[in-house]
Nanobody, 124 residues
């Protein structure tokens, strides 16, 4: 059974950092592209970042220069390092799995599995 479990969210002050983790189980991470999405109350889902099976990374403009996606296939985990956080980054962040090895940019909606999400709140 495919499962994606996010962790690492929390409350952080503007300018702070968080590292989100997406722990995968039920499949071998090596062969799949993994993405991060976020959704704030009253707003549409936004694709934040995607990493291909080979490690190519893609970012939405909102996170370029501040976010870094990475993967550790041995740990079956994908990470999203978020620096210089802004109040507008406040959202539930969830990871997704695509049934392919490549990304279609940072936010293709045709993913097949997703996790429950972790709350990120940026506030002073």
């Amino acid at each position: 059974q495919v499962q994606l479990v996010e962790s690492g969210g929390g409350l952080v002050q503007p300018g702070g950092s968080l590292r989100l983790s997406c722990a995968a189980s039920g499949f071998t991470l090596d062969y799949y592209a993994i993405g991060w999405f976020r959704q704030a109350p009253g707003k549409e889902r936004e694709g934040v970042s995607c990493i291909s099976s080979s490690g190519s990374a893609y970012y939405a403009n909102s996170g370029k220069g501040r976010f870094t996606i990475s993967r550790d296939n041995f740990k079956n985990t994908v990470y999203l390092q978020m620096n210089s956080l802004k109040p507008e980054d406040t959202a539930v962040y969830f990871c997704v799995r695509y049934d392919r090895t490549y990304c279609s940019g940072s936010g293709s909606y045709n993913y097949n599995y997703w996790g429950q999400g972790t709350q990120v709140t940026v506030s002073s």
